[in-house]
């Protein structure tokens, strides 16, 4: 069975920083585009950020451009979302998913974890 799992969310204050983690198993997603996904309540879910296959080429949404960086360890089949200088509007369910290339829309991705809570205080 093939599953993304996130983990490190959590509450923070203003201006503190997490890391978030996406664990794949059941496949191997080496090859595959990661991505990050988050949605407030209320409202929909949308793009964070991605990173290619190999790790070399990474994009962001203007919101968490200079602040949030993610990377990958395929050899762990791993991904991660560190996230700095967080603001009470970055507070969000965080959702990993994995498709064939990067791109901002959820219909590019086939697989998705379950999501982990993020809570900014003021």
């Known amino acids: 069975q093939v599953q993304l799992a996130e983990s490190g969310g959590g509450l923070v204050q203003a201006g503190g920083s997490l890391r978030l983690s996406c664990a794949a198993s059941?496949?191997?997603?080496?090859?595959?585009?990661r991505a990050w996904f988050r949605q407030a309540p209320g409202r929909e879910r949308v793009f964070v950020g991605g990173?290619?296959?190999?790790?070399?080429?990474?994009e962001y949404s203007d919101s968490v451009k200079g602040r949030f960086t993610i990377y990958r360890d395929n050899a762990k089949n791993m991904v991660y979302l560190q996230m700095n200088s967080l603001k009470p509007e970055d507070t969000a369910v965080y959702y990993c998913?994995?498709?064939?290339?990067?791109?901002?829309?959820?219909?590019?991705?086939?697989?998705w974890g379950q999501g982990t809570q993020v809570t900014v205080s003021s």
């Open positions: 059941g496949r191997t997603f080496g090859s595959y585009a």
């Open positions: 998913a994995a498709g064939p290339v990067v791109e901002g829309t959820e219909g590019a991705y086939g697989y």
């Open positions: 990173i290619n296959w190999s790790g070399r080429s990474t």
